[in-house]
């Protein structure tokens, strides 16, 4: 259900988003992907003028003269949003990062008319929004994050690759959005980035890293409820998060840093 601070929630992140699409994509945002709209258009006989390269050498032996492959640049990019809403993601200011970045990166992909889509998962996949143009459209995703948001429990990232795989033939910009407190997905995420142009956006919260020196802290797991306890009293536990993943097109952004800057870093190095 949209309820009315839902509504004054995409309003603050619609208006905040304009602003900061300015200072993120403004020159690198499609140059930052060119090539990944290339689609086969025709096999035709060779004329004078093509490329030596584009012969296809089977249908030429076939045929006994020369035929090219050609192929045409789309105009529009398919950007995918696979946003992690389980409730690790509760933790701090992670929600309200990861609602922001998804909202900026799916208004951009609108602007630039682009075709975007998202999948909101936890344990489960719990909404798939198939890719489509127009602003309204890009709203209309942040909306449901805002609604599916209250569902999430544990992570499984790898059933959320799969699902994507198996409903997403077309080659995509897939931004994954999550804090990646989840395991057994490498393999499915190294063969999906084989086809698609993967990018991987780490939110994460600096008291989750380091628990401060001076007390006997009591903890609950925000995904199982399981409960801990850690004793600081003569120094301070530094906790690693093993799961982290390393990929090439990792972004990592700690929710109370400007993350506009580590995009901009990002889209530059890639143009």
Known sequence: MVTKEIIKKIKDIEIKSEILIQE???????????????????????????????????????????????????RELNVFLMVDISKSNRFGKIFEKIAEITAVIAVAASKNRDRVGALFFSDKVEKFIPAKGGKKHALSILENFFIEG????????????????????????????????????????????????????????????????????????????????ADTTFSAVNIENQMAPKHKNLIKVYSDEDYVKKLKIFFRRRK
């Open 24 to 74: 993120i994509f403004t020159g690198n945002y499609k140059s930052s992907f060119r090539g990944n709209g290339i689609e086969f258009e025709e096999i035709r006989e060779y004329a004078e003028g093509d490329e030596i390269r584009d012969i296809d050498w089977n249908v030429t032996a076939r045929q006994n003269r020369p035929f090219v492959k050609k192929y045409r640049e789309e």
């Open 150 to 229: 209250d569902m999430g429990s544990t992570t499984n990232l790898n059933s959320a690759l799969e699902y994507f795989e198996k409903c997403t033939k077309r080659r995509s910009v897939l931004f994954i959005i999550s804090d990646f407190l989840t395991e057994g997905y490498e393999k499915t995420l190294k063969r999906i980035s084989m086809k698609h142009d993967v990018i991987l956006i780490n939110i994460k919260e600096k008291a989750m890293e380091k628990i401060v020196k001076g007390a006997i802290y009591v903890l609950e797991d925000l995904e199982t409820g399981e409960i801990y306890e």
